[in-house]
């Protein structure tokens, strides 16, 4: 364990600083993610306030889109006696370095993507944490405290949720000749719109046509025979059967193989340099999620709109969305993931 806990200093320190992240971030980021709370947690004191100093460290699974350094330091100022050792790790990278560093049994906090929550309880990195937030269920949005539960119990404090959407560029668009997608929700364009629009714009000048935040993993590309009625790509017991051979699935894949047989997409297997590629308007659209916006917003240049995620012509509308959670780590080193 770390040593702040073999001291035998309480572990509500630790959820002090979770829950005094979530409340920080909620309340001070100027950004687009939108906090899971629907109301004020407890206030922090009521979950302790040590009397000599404790060094808390938080590994983040870092975004662009959140100003921690500003919340750390208004949390450190309200309680002196707690100090935040803050260790980033970049998103695309986060996975991998997780292991090895919880190995080394330095870590108190860690950020859990919702949709790993399972995996980290079976690999034991994640404390039962609802003794105490319990008491504050109901001030979770149902879908967000369901991602941080598992069989009854709170692994994660719920701390933000997010979304996706189908970026745009005004200009690369208008030179083309082409119309701008609509914004409103219930008026989703298509992807065959899109597809004929970004090879527009390729001809106009534009250097790619679409461009998507993520293709080394399943994060986008999921949604996709999803909207043509052909599931999340897998079923089964614990949906571990993959499933790719129905008639949605191998439509909608094919239609997405074929933006890189025509060069509309760039192809690569990274997840980061995509959305540079949009920021820095080389590419006529972009399928990304609202943290992708702080980036985006640091070109002035960038002349960009958002609508809600295309669908097929003869689909139903689809789009994806998660959550992040802060979990205290059990300090336990003999595990590995599963």
Not at 141 to 156: E, H, R
Not at 223 to 237: N, T, V, W
Not at 262 to 284: C, E, H, I, R, W
Request: with cysteine; hydrophobic share 35%.
């Amino acid at each position: 364990m770390s040593d702040w806990l073999s001291r035998g200093v309480s572990r509500a320190v630790a959820m002090v600083v979770v829950t005094g992240c979530i409340a920080s971030v909620s309340g001070c980021a100027s950004d687009s993610r939108g906090s899971s709370s629907k109301a004020a947690l407890p206030s922090l004191s009521e979950l302790g306030n040590p009397d000599r100093k404790v060094t808390v460290t938080w590994l983040d699974a870092a975004n662009t889109n959140v100003n921690v350094g500003s919340v750390i330091k208004k949390f450190e100022a309200e309680y002196p006696n707690i100090e935040i050792k803050y260790e980033p790790v970049p998103y695309a990278d986060f996975e991998t370095v997780l292991p090895s560093r919880l190995k080394s049994g330095k870590i108190d906090v860690i950020t859990v993507d919702q949709q790993l929550t399972a995996r980290y309880v079976a690999a034991d990195y994640l404390s039962d944490i609802t003794s105490v937030f319990k008491s504050e269920f109901d001030a979770l949005d149902d879908a967000s405290l369901a991602g941080s539960t598992i069989k009854g119990k709170l692994y994660n404090a719920p701390e933000q949720s997010d979304t996706s959407f189908l970026f745009y560029n005004k200009e690369l668009l208008e030179r083309a000749g082409v119309s701008l997608p609509s914004s409103a929700p219930s008026k989703p364009t298509t992807w065959e719109r899109i597809t004929s629009d970004a090879k527009k714009a390729q001809k106009a000048g534009a250097e790619h046509g679409i461009t998507w935040e993520r293709i080394a993993n399943w994060y986008y590309q999921w949604i996709l025979p999803q909207g043509l009625g052909g599931g999340y790509g897998a079923d089964g017991s614990g949906n571990l059967t993959p499933r790719l051979d129905s008639a949605a699935a191998v439509k909608a894949l094919s239609w997405y193989a074929g933006l890189y047989k025509d060069k509309v997409s760039p192809q690569g297997d990274a997840n980061s340099v995509y959305t540079s590629l949009f920021a820095s308007g080389k590419s006529a659209f972009h399928i990304g999620g609202d943290w992708d916006i702080a980036e985006l917003n640091k070109n002035k240049d960038l002349d960009y709109g958002i609508a809600p995620m295309p669908r097929f012509t003869d689909g139903e509308p689809v789009s994806n969305a998660g959550g992040v959670g802060l979990g205290l780590y059990t300090g336990r080193r003999t595990r590995t993931r599963p």
